[in-house]
């Protein structure tokens, strides 16, 4: 039975298209292959999947898509197709296919009007606005609990299928934001507290909602809708122990079960008869207590204690249910981390208060601190560094770290790494360091293999050797999220123990895609003091010490490292602090006054600077692990890079990474320029509308034909892994070229990235290729009529063209040998001409000619062997 008409309307789209492929897949085609084969996509399957498959999923894979057959089955789908979108909004994409009756094509083009990059990014836009304003506050008629739990699940599988999704903690941390009830403010935090409620949502709703039932906060069916919880304000008798008057002293109810929090009569204190402090059985008289003095002194504040207002809405059945249940979460959690730091927050001395606050974590005292990074260069030290008082008494002294020349040399860091995990500092941000430093609260994840060392703003400093560049992780207990996030520094300076605060180069996150904001907000009210991550939408507010921000931070545990959610705060991407891009990319925004060039050249800033990088081993060590000369091994390390990095951490706390995309491609010793140029024609049968071009510097050009312009990512990701990888990228401010899936490439390769100035498309080799290229494919054109509907396969043969050509400029080389260094092979240029009459063979059954007429369109690069073309048939 076929599905109803498709309305057209986007939100039944994805209902109807699942509803749609079954139908075909119930339908044979003329070889008795199911019809989905017809609009299957090859993308969507993996190899690995492809190995998987068996029995008519196989045949649906395996079936061509060219072939008598498959002109059969087309057709039948198209017809299909038209039927169920005739009357809806869809209707008009099948207009252009009215004569070809060409169902996959339709298909695809109602794919990309529903599935595409607008209708995408509107359905991504549409599933996180659900999620953050989709709220709940007790069950109505219109709107109960489990609709709100429902919402949640369709707005996460919607990302999920749109490969955006969240991860499992902020899904549970937005589903509890949502719930807007102070009545289960514990509940809430006693989920954010248990590491595998925490990560599973499915999990935590049912625990919320087995919770609430249990508690009978609320109950949620109809007939209880309306059910009010008040605090309890009766005189006299068990359990009323709120607000009553003075009288006897109560027992402890229970002993020690729920933790005496009982009492008969009492005066106003809120949990004793009096001040005798929970010493034996209570002493008589009713005068005021104080609760949470005397809780402290019983009991760590553990991050379970319950706000009194929420106390104070429960009966003496609620209150020994969540007795009980707090016990045994504190008796899983000794036995399950015993001897670790807990991850939650409460036990890393930041718990939760019994107002609701978290308390802050203790300052350290900073006059018995003397190895900070602050006195470490500047700021106050003994390492054999003058502080700027003995210079000058009344100048101030201005601590700042600079890194130099990275240089070859073994040394062994493992005795930097710290070990006392109930260690606090601060990551103070630094505009003066040119690296970020790590300090006593981080820990070494891995080594780049590189080093440098390590100077003040002065040059009576002496310098500190041989300074590991390194991926470093510190912990962060978040105060709002009530979590404990990792974040992880690529390219940074890793002191250790050596240093008791860090130091962090705000323009090096900012290279990441991260805002720092420095400004207090008592200067500006608009600031939001701190550190935005806007992948994970996450904040991390500054404090003050005196006048510096800084982020509170500590050393993370096995256990931390293991479990907690990783933020990444700068890019794995090598860091060149002094690198002339950042002056490029600066002075067409900059303001250019004399006055602002006249300030500039008359004040000097002293900032920390880093000597050039080099690989920490040395030629001795490497000519007895080579088993060469000395010598040798001296011009070996010249001649050669070292770009992976190395794990040097024990005990082994995660996976050693497995991705070295930078060494996975041969790289190309040239920059590489790309720019987007467009058809005023679509191009047939291939709907492509623009093309994306690569240019190197000494004339290689490669083209790829686009749907649209967010295609360029992935024709990025091509180009790399079929040609490699170059030295940078040179492109425009086109967003196609900056954002989205273009950086996710550039990050993934570690490519450093220029941009042209504003309306100079001369600073663009790939303006004059284009131009070049173009009237190339003209003269093509015209000589031979080619029809304009196929520019793409035009343009494409044109520049393989290009790229062997002997130029002149090149020594009457080719491009392609330049770049390469690989001669170049033409056998697939020498048969044919383009749009030149051929015959082909095609296997068909008896009686039927196997010998076809076609045009040859060049040829095939992804698709087969060499030699393998494409063919204009006369379909």
Same mark, same amino acid.
């Given at each position: 039975?076929?599905?109803?008409?498709?309305?057209?309307?986007?939100?039944?789209?994805?209902?109807?298209?699942?509803?749609?492929?079954?139908?075909?897949?119930?339908?044979?085609?003329?070889?008795?292959?199911?019809?989905?084969?017809?609009?299957?996509?090859?993308?969507?399957?993996?190899?690995?999947?492809?190995?998987?498959?068996?029995?008519?999923?196989?045949?649906?894979?395996?079936?061509?898509?060219?072939?008598?057959?498959?002109?059969?089955?087309?057709?039948?789908?198209?017809?299909?197709?038209?039927?169920?979108?005739?009357?809806?909004?869809?209707?008009?994409?099948?207009?252009?296919?009215?004569?070809?009756?060409?169902?996959?094509?339709?298909?695809?083009?109602?794919?990309?009007?529903?599935?595409?990059?607008?209708?995408?990014?509107?359905?991504?836009?549409?599933?996180?606005?659900?999620?953050?304003?989709?709220?709940?506050?007790?069950?109505?008629?219109?709107?109960?609990?489990?609709?709100?739990?429902?919402?949640?699940?369709?707005?996460?599988?919607?990302?999920?299928?749109?490969?955006?999704?969240?991860?499992?903690?902020?899904?549970?941390?937005?589903?509890?934001?949502?719930?807007?009830?102070?009545?289960?403010?514990?509940?809430?935090?006693?989920?954010?507290?248990?590491?595998?409620?925490?990560?599973?949502?499915?999990?935590?709703?049912?625990?919320?909602?087995?919770?609430?039932?249990?508690?009978?906060?609320?109950?949620?069916?109809?007939?209880?809708?309306?059910?009010?919880?008040?605090?309890?304000?009766?005189?006299?008798?068990?359990?009323?122990?709120?607000?009553?008057?003075?009288?006897?002293?109560?027992?402890?109810?229970?002993?020690?079960?729920?933790?005496?929090?009982?009492?008969?009569?009492?005066?106003?204190?809120?949990?004793?008869?009096?001040?005798?402090?929970?010493?034996?059985?209570?002493?008589?008289?009713?005068?005021?207590?104080?609760?949470?003095?005397?809780?402290?002194?019983?009991?760590?504040?553990?991050?379970?204690?319950?706000?009194?207002?929420?106390?104070?809405?429960?009966?003496?059945?609620?209150?020994?249910?969540?007795?009980?249940?707090?016990?045994?979460?504190?008796?899983?959690?000794?036995?399950?981390?015993?001897?670790?730091?807990?991850?939650?927050?409460?036990?890393?001395?930041?718990?939760?208060?019994?107002?609701?606050?978290?308390?802050?974590?203790?300052?350290?005292?900073?006059?018995?601190?003397?190895?900070?990074?602050?006195?470490?260069?500047?700021?106050?030290?003994?390492?054999?560094?003058?502080?700027?008082?003995?210079?000058?008494?009344?100048?101030?002294?201005?601590?700042?770290?600079?890194?130099?020349?990275?240089?070859?040399?073994?040394?062994?860091?493992?005795?930097?790494?710290?070990?006392?995990?109930?260690?606090?500092?601060?990551?103070?941000?630094?505009?003066?360091?040119?690296?970020?430093?790590?300090?006593?609260?981080?820990?070494?994840?891995?080594?780049?293999?590189?080093?440098?060392?390590?100077?003040?703003?002065?040059?009576?400093?002496?310098?500190?050797?041989?300074?590991?560049?390194?991926?470093?992780?510190?912990?962060?207990?978040?105060?709002?999220?009530?979590?404990?996030?990792?974040?992880?520094?690529?390219?940074?300076?890793?002191?250790?123990?050596?240093?008791?605060?860090?130091?962090?180069?705000?323009?090096?996150?900012?290279?990441?895609?991260?805002?720092?904001?420095?400004?207090?907000?008592?200067?500006?009210?608009?600031?939001?003091?701190?550190?935005?991550?806007?992948?994970?939408?996450?904040?991390?507010? $500054?404090?003050?010490?005196?006048?510096?921000?800084?982020?509170?931070?500590?050393?993370?545990?096995?256990?931390?490292?293991?479990?907690?959610?990783?933020?990444?705060?700068?890019?794995?991407?090598?860091?060149?602090?002094?690198?002339?891009?950042?002056?490029?990319?600066?002075?067409?925004?900059?303001?250019?006054?004399?006055?602002?060039?006249?300030?500039?050249?008359?004040?000097?800033?002293?900032?920390?600077?880093?000597?050039?990088?080099?690989?920490?081993?040395?030629?001795?060590?490497?000519?007895?692990?080579?088993?060469?000369?000395?010598?040798?091994?001296?011009?070996?390390?010249?001649?050669?890079?070292?770009?992976?990095?190395?794990?040097?951490?024990?005990?082994?706390?995660?996976?050693?990474?497995?991705?070295?995309?930078?060494?996975?491609?041969?790289?190309?010793?040239?920059?590489?320029?790309?720019?987007?140029?467009?058809?005023?024609?679509?191009?047939?049968?291939?709907?492509?509308?623009?093309?994306?071009?690569?240019?190197?510097?000494?004339?290689?050009?490669?083209?790829?034909?686009?749907?649209?312009?967010?295609?360029?990512?992935?024709?990025?990701?091509?180009?790399?892994?079929?040609?490699?990888?170059?030295?940078?990228?040179?492109?425009?401010?086109?967003?196609?070229?900056?954002?989205?899936?273009?950086?996710?490439?550039?990050?993934?390769?570690?490519?450093?990235?220029?941009?042209?100035?504003?309306?100079?498309?001369?600073?663009?080799?790939?303006?004059?290729?284009?131009?070049?290229?173009?009237?190339?494919?003209?003269?093509?054109?015209?000589?031979?009529?080619?029809?304009?509907?196929?520019?793409?396969?035009?343009?494409?043969?044109?520049?393989?063209?290009?790229?062997?050509?002997?130029?002149?400029?090149?020594?009457?080389?080719?491009?392609?040998?330049?770049?390469?260094?690989?001669?170049?092979?033409?056998?697939?240029?020498?048969?044919?001409? $383009?749009?030149?009459?051929?015959?082909?063979?095609?296997?068909?059954?008896?009686?039927?000619?196997?010998?076809?007429?076609?045009?040859?369109?060049?040829?095939?690069?992804?698709?087969?062997?060499?030699?393998?073309?494409?063919?204009?048939?006369?379909?």
């Amino acid at each position: 039975k076929p599905p109803e008409k498709f309305s057209g309307k986007i939100k039944s789209w994805k209902s109807w298209k699942a509803e749609f492929e079954s139908y075909l897949a119930q339908i044979n085609g003329a070889d008795g292959v199911p019809l989905s084969y017809i609009i299957r996509n090859d993308d969507e399957i993996t190899e690995d999947e492809y190995e998987l498959m068996e029995g008519q999923v196989k045949r649906i894979y395996d079936a061509p898509l060219q072939g008598d057959y498959y002109d059969r089955d087309n057709f039948q789908v198209f017809q299909k197709l038209r039927a169920l979108l005739t009357g809806g909004l869809a209707e008009t994409y099948l207009t252009d296919y009215e004569r070809s009756g060409d169902g996959r094509e339709a298909w695809n083009t109602v794919l990309i009007a529903y599935e595409g990059d607008d209708a995408k990014n509107a359905a991504i836009t549409s599933a996180r606005n659900d999620i953050r304003q989709c709220t709940w506050e007790r069950n109505s008629k219109n709107w109960t609990f489990d609709q709100y739990c429902l919402k949640h699940i369709r707005a996460h599988n919607m990302l999920k299928r749109y490969a955006v999704p969240m991860d499992e903690t902020t899904k549970v941390r937005e589903f509890l934001r949502g719930i807007h009830n102070s009545s289960f403010q514990a509940i809430k935090t006693t989920i954010l507290l248990n590491p595998e409620l925490k990560q599973d949502l499915n999990k935590a709703i049912t625990a919320f909602k087995d919770t609430v039932t249990t508690l009978e906060l609320v109950v949620f069916d109809k007939q209880h809708d309306d059910r009010k919880i008040s605090a309890v304000n009766a005189r006299g008798g068990f359990g009323r122990q709120f607000q009553s008057r003075g009288g006897r002293g109560g027992r402890n109810h229970h002993k020690r079960q729920y933790e005496q929090n009982y009492t008969r009569g009492g005066g106003r204190s809120s949990y004793q008869g009096g001040k005798g402090n929970y010493q034996g059985r209570f002493p008589r008289g009713g005068g005021r207590g104080n609760h949470y003095q005397n809780h402290s002194n019983r009991e760590q504040d553990d991050g379970l204690l319950l706000d009194q207002s929420v106390l104070n809405q429960m009966n003496t059945k609620q209150r020994a249910a969540y007795y009980e249940g707090r016990k045994k979460l504190r008796g899983q959690d000794n036995s399950d981390i015993k001897g670790e730091i807990p991850r939650n927050i409460g036990a890393t001395n930041t718990g939760i208060t019994s107002d609701g606050h978290i308390r802050p974590l203790p300052e350290a005292d900073d006059a018995s601190r003397i190895t900070s990074a602050s006195a470490a260069f500047g700021r106050g030290s003994d390492h054999n560094i003058p502080s700027s008082r003995s210079f000058n008494n009344a100048r101030r002294s201005e601590g700042a770290i600079q890194s130099g020349l990275r240089r070859i040399s073994f040394v062994n860091h493992r005795n930097r790494i710290p070990e006392n995990l109930a260690f606090r500092g601060r990551a103070e941000i630094d505009t003066r360091a040119d690296t970020t430093c790590a300090g006593a609260a981080f820990t070494l994840i891995e080594t780049t293999g590189q080093e440098c060392d390590v100077t003040g703003f002065h040059d009576d400093m002496s310098p500190i050797k041989n300074i590991p560049i390194a991926t470093c992780a510190t912990a962060y207990d978040h105060p709002e999220l009530q979590e404990t996030v990792i974040l992880l520094f690529h390219e940074a300076l890793y002191f250790g123990k050596d240093m008791e605060h860090s130091l962090i180069n705000p323009n090096q996150l900012r290279e990441n895609g991260i805002t720092v904001d420095c400004c207090p907000r008592q200067y500006d009210k608009g600031s939001i003091h701190g550190i935005y991550v806007p992948g994970e939408d996450i904040t991390f507010p $500054f404090r003050l010490h005196g006048c510096i921000s800084y982020v509170p931070i500590r050393l993370p545990n096995a256990t931390e490292l293991k479990n907690c959610r990783y933020i990444e705060m700068t890019s794995e991407k090598v860091w060149e602090p002094y690198s002339e891009i950042f002056q490029e990319a600066e002075t067409p925004l900059a303001l250019k006054t004399e006055a602002s060039d006249n300030l500039r050249a008359s004040r000097k800033i002293g900032a920390t600077i880093s000597t050039d990088r080099r690989c920490d081993i040395d030629a001795v060590t490497l000519s007895e692990r080579l088993g060469i000369s000395h010598h040798l091994a001296q011009e070996t390390l010249k001649s050669t890079t070292q770009l992976a990095s190395r794990n040097v951490t024990e005990p082994f706390t995660r996976r050693l990474r497995t991705r070295q995309s930078q060494l996975r491609y041969p790289r190309i010793n040239d920059f590489l320029y790309s720019d987007t140029f467009f058809s005023s024609i679509p191009s047939k049968p291939r709907n492509n509308t623009c093309a994306q071009m690569f240019v190197t510097s000494k004339g290689f050009c490669d083209v790829h034909p686009m749907k649209s312009k967010g295609d360029a990512g992935d024709k990025l990701n091509h180009f790399i892994t079929n040609v490699g990888i170059p030295l940078g990228l040179i492109t425009d401010g086109a967003k196609e070229e900056n954002l989205g899936r273009w950086e996710e490439v550039r990050k993934k390769f570690l490519l450093p990235q220029k941009t042209t100035e504003p309306h100079t498309p001369q600073q663009n080799r790939c303006e004059i290729e284009i131009r070049e290229t173009k009237d190339h494919y003209r003269r093509l054109m015209d000589r031979k009529r080619v029809p304009e509907e196929l520019w793409d396969f035009g343009i494409k043969y044109t520049t393989d063209i290009r790229q062997i050509i002997a130029r002149p400029s090149l020594d009457h080389r080719s491009a392609y040998e330049v770049l390469t260094g690989n001669t170049p092979d033409i056998s697939n240029l020498l048969d044919f001409e $383009f749009y030149e009459w051929i015959k082909y063979f095609e296997p068909t059954s008896f009686p039927t000619s196997r010998e076809n007429l076609g045009r040859w369109l060049g040829q095939a690069h992804d698709v087969g062997q060499a030699l393998c073309y494409y063919i204009l048939k006369d379909n």
